[in-house]
């Protein structure tokens, strides 16, 4: 799952920019959308709008966001705007009172946003906003005209993907099952973050006290893989952008089994996402897929119904 945040009309004061890499300006100028052309933000100036993505599952909709003319990824600069999001602990996640939060009291996460262009959209995506309890409130604090995105998929597979993850890092790691359940095959460990993550439904409360669910758009991650142009579609009606990006743009890659780009943004060249995305899963009991099915069927019902969407997961 993923989440992206968009601001739509920033009023950002005193502004700390980060260095533009060589080669953007130009990019920068071709994507600028309602601004004048080429027209750079001064330091009181607007800022662009800013999207951000939190999820469980992110890559995938970045790669077809980098289609995009007009959407500039954080990770795309060469100075990561510390604090936001660049690693755990140090966004929107982090705790006020923590020796790397001044940022917060001193409301310097806006300021570490990257420079933009009038017009232009910067987008941030942070797997784990979504499922952090005062990630709505800050978020809402610094814009609460910001559009949401959140990328999701089936949270059984979520959750094997998230151990497939944690097992190519950590080398004896326990099996899927001995962490997914207490006593053998008991109640479902919902402490387990692989598990906890896929409870939509309850991280989506927490958010909805912030936002309205007008300011979401919910992303299927299964359709993301089958069409996405048909999913980044939506994504660019929700941002107010012109449907450039089609299914012209995607190529099965066989050899992978996934969609890549027949030419990335400012390389022209076909690009598919890293080895460790759309890697194979290890192989889980099918009781224990079963049993985990069973336990979130509520939830995604509760979720669908939320979201007034079906993601057809059960
Ligand atoms: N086009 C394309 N190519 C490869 N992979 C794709 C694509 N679209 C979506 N996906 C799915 O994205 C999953 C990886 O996302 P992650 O959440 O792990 O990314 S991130 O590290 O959190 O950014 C990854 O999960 P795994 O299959 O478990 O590796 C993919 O299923």
Not at 192 to 214: E, K, M
Request: include cysteine; aromatic fraction near 10%.
């Amino acid at each position: 799952m993923h989440f992206l945040l968009t601001e739509e009309e920033p009023r950002y004061q005193h502004q700390r920019w980060v260095p533009d890499i060589p080669g953007q300006r130009q990019v920068h100028r071709q994507t600028v959308r309602h601004g004048r052309k080429g027209q750079e933000t001064s330091l009181n100036g607007p800022l662009g709008r800013t999207p951000v993505i939190p999820e469980p599952g992110s890559r995938g909709s970045e790669m077809v966001l980098r289609a995009r003319p007009g959407l500039v990824p954080v990770s795309a600069r060469p100075v990561r705007p510390v604090g936001f999001g660049a690693r755990p602990g140090e966004g929107f996640e982090q705790q006020p009172d923590a020796p790397l939060g001044s940022h917060w009291r001193h409301g310097g996460v806006r300021s570490l946003m990257p420079r933009t262009l009038d017009g232009q959209i910067t987008m941030e995506k942070t797997p784990s906003y979504f499922v952090t309890r005062e990630a709505p409130g800050r978020i809402h604090g610094m814009s609460p005209d910001t559009k949401l995105i959140v990328v999701v998929r089936n949270p059984v597979t979520r959750a094997i993907s998230d151990y497939t993850q944690t097992l190519s890092k950590t080398p004896g790691l326990p099996s899927f099952r001995a962490l997914a359940f207490r006593h053998g095959l008991g109640p479902v460990d919902t402490a387990w973050s692989a598990v906890r993550i896929g409870l939509y439904a309850q991280h989506l409360d927490n958010w909805l006290r912030f936002f309205p669910l007008s300011r979401f758009l919910f992303v299927s991650g299964e359709r993301l893989v089958s069409d996405p142009a048909g999913e980044l579609g939506r994504v660019q009606d929700f941002l107010g952008l012109r449907r450039v990006v089609t299914d012209k743009h995607f190529y099965f890659n066989a050899t992978k089994g996934f969609p890549c780009l027949k030419k990335a943004q400012g390389s022209g060249r076909p690009r598919c996402l890293g080895k460790s995305k759309g890697r194979p899963h290890p192989r889980v009991h099918a009781a224990v897929v079963q049993r985990l099915r069973d336990f979130y069927r509520p939830f995604n019902r509760k979720f669908y119904q939320m979201t007034g969407q079906d993601f057809g997961w059960d």
